[in-house]
């Protein structure tokens, strides 16, 4: 089972180990026909498990999915691999920079939208764990555009508006790759803000991330649209460091 292996990775260097411990009898002399071998069974520490939550920081609640999901693996692990301890970090970063820290080695899990260069770098877990949902996409817009994106109806007409999505995330080149517009030179954390001050723009959302995230931000001048949607095929998946390739093969 995949998500077995990315466990197996978490606690491959934290395996019970044997430590053999020579004694003697006070009498004998020190040789190691008179030497007695005893095994003595170490329990291993914990695995602790890193990983970037920044739910408030980032007013967002769909975190607490991932890690729901993170602890349900976890502790259907714990008779083979044994316990562990879940080190949630509370600091905003961009996924560019969560990967970095999971290549060094700071985290060891990440929660994303695959893509094809994040698999060659990373070992996903391949459970999607949305089962498809984050492609399908509702538009976060100005309250002040609802009239004029109402009108849109087809991908050529939408292409007219600006998409605001992250610089490096997987659905800027979907967007892009469909000729449709986007501007990724915002930070991550002012995506909402910068549409809540513009018109012309739209932040295409997960259905099962703009309402809850829209609920966070009360005071902004946005809304979803309903009338419209993007769909493209898409999974989420728990990444880890390729250590995979450093353990014998079953």
């Known amino acids: 089972m995949k998500l077995s292996i990315a466990t197996l990775i978490f606690v491959s260097v934290l395996m019970p180990s044997l430590i053999a411990v020579a004694s003697e ?73 969560q990967l970095r820290e999971l290549d060094k080695g700071s985290i060891s899990v990440f929660w994303t939208m695959t893509s094809y260069a994040r698999e060659a770098d990373m070992l996903p877990v391949r459970v999607p764990l949305t089962k498809g949902m984050y492609g399908i996409r509702l538009m976060a817009i100005n309250r002040a555009d609802h009239d004029m994106f109402s009108a849109v109806s087809n991908v050529k007409q939408l292409a007219k508006w600006k998409a605001l999505l992250g610089r490096d995330w997987p659905d800027t080149a979907i967007m892009r790759v469909n000729r449709l517009d986007v501007r990724s030179d915002v930070a991550e954390g002012d995506l909402y803000n910068v549409l809540d001050k513009y018109q012309g723009n739209y932040f295409p959302r997960a259905v099962t991330e703009i309402y809850s995230e829209l609920d966070r931000r009360p005071e902004l001048n946005i809304e979803a649209d309903e009338h419209l949607g993007l769909v493209y095929p898409t999974a989420v998946y728990f990444l880890c460091l390729k250590l995979i390739q450093h353990l014998p093969s079953a």
């Open 25 to 97: 009898d006070d009498g004998a002399k020190k040789n190691n026909s008179d030497a007695q071998a005893t095994v003595a069974h170490q329990d291993p520490a914990p695995m602790i498990v890193t990983y970037v939550d920044a739910s408030d920081l980032k007013r967002n609640p769909n975190n607490v999915y991932f890690s729901s999901l993170l602890k349900l693996a976890l502790e259907k692990s714990i008779e083979r691999f044994g316990a562990y301890q879940l080190n949630p970090v509370n600091v905003d970063i961009s996924q560019k920079r």
